[in-house]
Antibody, heavy 120, light 107 residues
């Protein structure tokens, strides 16, 4: 059973850094069959793909965020992480970690989501 | 970025109805179009991949069709558990992009 779980602070101050970790179970992040994505959804709004990371650390980022975003992966503990710098209120959203199946190019398993609010 | 436009933005339907949602893309995405269902307070779930393939465990009441720039999600015999928001998404080009969503609620 594939399971993804986001963790991290629910409140971040403006101009500071948002950090989230996704713990994966039921599948290894050290697999060439999958990418590991982050997707966010502001309250009441649509979905935005932030980017993905491969097991070897290669990343692809959404140009709209790439100047502020970085990803990392730790295959030894089956986790991957998101860092978003210089946040503003516009970064308030539910952040999902998602398995990105390479062959299907589909987001096939999602975490439950973590609400991060940017506020002083 | 490829823009995805869904229509309608919302619709009201009754149990047992057949519902059709359309997704139009700003340029061809070949067959790389996906449909997701999202219920309130939950993460999206994959329904359809590469335009017309049913994801594992998804009811056969859901059907996807289309190619290029015009795609359709059809839900037959609408059930109470189908009232939700539906999103289309393309994986043809990076960045991956989503439609704005179509909310299906009870008439």
């Amino acid at each position: 059973q594939v399971h993804l779980q986001e963790s991290g602070p629910g409140l971040v101050k403006p101009s500071e850094t948002l950090s989230l970790t996704c713990t994966v179970s039921g599948v290894s992040v050290n697999s060439a069959a999958y990418y590991w994505s982050w997707i966010r959804q502001p309250p009441g709004k649509g979905l935005e793909w932030i980017g993905h990371i491969f097991y070897d650390g290669r990343t692809k980022l959404n140009p709209s965020l790439e100047s502020r975003v970085s990803f990392s992966v730790d295959t030894s503990i089956n986790q991957f992480s998101l860092t978003l710098r210089s946040v503003t209120a516009a970064d308030t959203a539910v952040y999902y970690c998602v398995r990105d199946e390479d062959g299907l190019a589909a987001f096939d398993y999602w975490g439950q989501g973590a609400l991060v609010t940017v506020s002083s | 970025d490829i823009l995805l436009t869904q229509s309608p933005s919302s619709l009201s339907a009754s149990v047992g109805d057949r519902v059709t949602i359309t997704c139009r893309t700003s340029q061809s995405v070949d067959k790389y179009l996906y449909w997701y269902q999202q219920k309130v307070g939950q993460a999206p779930k994959l329904l359809i991949y590469v335009a017309s393939s049913l994801h594992s465990g998804v009811s056969s009441r859901f059907r996807g069709s289309g190619y290029g720039t015009d795609f359709t999600l059809t839900i037959s015999n609408l059930q109470p558990e189908d009232f939700a928001t539906y999103f289309c998404q393309q994986s043809f080009n990076s960045p991956r992009t989503f439609g704005q969503g179509t909310k299906v609620d009870l008439k």
